[in-house]
């Protein structure tokens, strides 16, 4: 085993510091919304829940949590994911009431 000189210092691998090391993806996207224009945008309350009630939408990781039953600023992205969520279920209500008591609708009866 080789000895050191008293010059010589034993190099301490130093934890990257928070400038150098690569963005997580939820980092990356928390920038990414903060720097997206701000929408207003409103979660109904479903029948039953309480004010103060809240919607979670995660993008790539990155989790915002957003108050029902009043109208919130939102990163634009975050808004169109809201609306599509919404038309979405817009849409499967109305498939739903479309449906006889057999769960057939008219377009299905009509192929």
């Known amino acids: ?4 000189r008293p010059d010589e210092q034993e190099e301490v691998a130093q934890p990257a510091s928070a400038a150098s090391r690569p ?3 939820a ?6 919304l903060e720097a997206q224009p701000k929408i207003p945008i409103m979660i109904p309350l479903a029948p039953g829940e309480t004010e103060g009630s809240t919607q979670s939408v995660i993008l ?3 989790r915002m949590n957003i108050r029902k039953g009043m109208y919130v600023h939102v990163p634009q992205q975050v ?6 969520s919404q038309q979405q279920t ?13 769960g057939v609708s008219d377009a299905m009866r009509n192929k």
């Not at 817009?90 to 057999?102: L, P, S, T, V």
Request: charged share 30%.
């Open 27 to 32: 980092e990356a996207m928390k920038r990414k």
């Open 90 to 102: 817009r849409q499967a209500i109305e498939n739903y009431f479309a449906m006889d008591g057999n």
């Open 60 to 62: 790539n990781g990155y």
């Open 1 to 4: 085993m080789a000895t050191k």
């Open 79 to 84: 808004a169109e994911v809201i609306m599509e």
């Open 23 to 25: 963005l997580s993806k």
